[in-house]
C-alpha cells in the first residue's frame, strides 16, 4: 500500500482490538447474505442488547487498495453526519481484526430497480399517485444530504431503497463527497453512466445540481421504466452524446399529468444552473404528492356517501 494502514483508518486505528471485539459481540451475525458489492457483503446481524435486526456491511481491508479503504471510511463518516427518515442510518462502525464492520438500517424490502423490473414484467404501471408518494421521499432524502453539503453522485433506482411500510431511502454513499461552503466544483469522474450530468460527461466542474439530473433521471424511469437514454449499452460515445444534448426519448403524456412530465424535463435541464435545487424539489413533490392524497380523500368520501345514499333508498 502506498499510503500506511494505520493513517487510513485514523481515527478506527485508536481503538483496540479489544474494543473491536467487545462491539462485535453485542451482535449475532447469521449467514444471511443480503447483498455484495466489489469489495463488501452484507450480511443479516442482530443487535443482541434491543434484539434487533440489522444490516451488517463487512469489509476485508487488509487486502484492498487505498483508495477502495478510504472510499469505505468516508461512507461511513457520511453516514455519521446526516440523520433523515430518508437516508439509511448507521448504528454503529467499527474495526475488529482488519475488517470494517458496519451496522446499518436493515431493509426489509426491496430496492427501486428490484420493484420496476416487477412492474415491467406484469405490464404495469405505477399510478402517479404511488410516483409522487416515492419521488417525494427521494426529494426530501436529497435535500437532507445536500443541507449537510453531502453530494451523492450515484443515484439511481439500485440505491433507492423500499421498505415493507413503504417508506423510501436513499441508499449507498460510498461515492458521496462532502463538500465545504469554499468547495466551487468536483471534476473526478464516479458514478453510474447512465445518471451521469451532461457537465461530468465532458470534464467540467459538476455540484450539487449534478445529483438533481440523476433525480431527473430516477423520476423518468419511475413512468417509463426505462433510462431517459436506454439502448446505448456498448457505445459510450453515443451515449454520452444523448446526454449532453439532452436527446431524450419522448414522455407518454397521455399517461401522466402535465405537471409530472414539466417536473421530469426540469430536473433533465442540460444547463445546471436552470435546474431547480434540492429543497426546490422536494417543496413541488410534496406538493403534488399532497394534492394526490386529498383527491384520494375526495373520492373516498364521495364513495361513502354514494353508498349510505344507496343504503336508504
Known amino acids: 500500500m502506498s499510503q500506511t494502514y494505520n493513517n487510513l483508518l485514523h481515527p478506527y486505528n485508536t481503538r483496540s482490538n479489544a474494543n473491536g471485539m467487545e462491539k462485535l459481540l453485542k451482535y449475532k451475525i447469521s449467514s444471511k447474505e443480503l447483498g455484495r458489492g466489489a469489495f463488501s457483503k ?3 446481524a442482530t443487535f443482541k442488547e434491543a434484539n434487533t435486526k440489522v444490516a451488517m456491511k463487512i469489509v476485508k481491508l487488509e487486502d484492498l487498495e487505498d483508495k477502495y479503504i478510504t472510499l469505505s471510511l ?9 440523520h433523515s427518515p430518508n437516508v439509511i442510518k448507521l448504528y454503529d462502525a467499527f474495526v475488529h481484526q482488519k475488517t470494517l464492520h458496519v ?4 431493509i426489509d424490502g426491496v430496492d427501486l430497480a428490484v420493484r420496476i423490473q416487477v412492474m415491467r414484467d406484469r405490464g404495469s404501471v405505477f399510478s402517479e399517485r404511488s410516483i409522487w408518494y416515492k419521488f417525494h421521499q427521494i426529494c426530501c432524502g436529497l435535500k437532507d444530504l445536500h443541507d449537510k453539503r453531502i453530494l451523492h453522485r450515484d443515484l439511481k433506482p439500485a440505491n433507492i431503497f423500499i421498505t415493507s411500510k413503504y417508506q423510501v431511502k436513499i441508499g449507498d454513499l460510498g461515492l458521496s463527497r462532502q463538500c465545504s461552503p469554499a468547495t466551487n466544483n468536483l471534476k473526478t469522474h464516479v458514478g453510474t453512466e447512465y445518471y451521469m450530468a451532461p457537465e461530468r460527461n465532458i470534464g467540467e466542474g459538476y455540484h ?11 423520476l423518468y424511469e419511475l413512468c417509463t421504466f426505462r433510462s431517459p437514454f436506454n439502448g446505448e449499452l456498448t457505445n459510450a460515445y453515443s451515449l454520452h452524446k444523448k446526454i449532453n444534448n439532452g436527446d431524450i426519448i419522448p414522455f407518454p403524456m397521455n399517461v401522466y399529468s402535465e405537471h409530472l ?3 421530469t424535463y426540469a430536473c433533465l435541464n442540460t444547463k445546471s444552473e436552470e435546474r431547480p435545487n434540492a429543497s426546490e424539489c422536494f417543496e413541488a413533490a410534496r406538493a403534488m404528492y399532497e394534492k394526490f392524497e386529498s383527491m384520494l380523500a375526495d ?9 349510505s345514499l344507496k343504503k336508504t333508498l
Open 74 to 82: 468516508n461512507e461511513v463518516q457520511l453516514l455519521r453526519r446526516i
Open 42 to 44: 452484507v450480511l443479516e
Open 208 to 218: 450539487f445540481q449534478s445529483d438533481i439530473w440523476s433525480l431527473g433521471c430516477l
Open 103 to 106: 451496522a446499518l438500517e436493515l
Open 261 to 263: 412530465s414539466y417536473f
Open 299 to 307: 373520492y373516498k368520501a364521495a364513495t361513502r356517501q354514494t353508498s
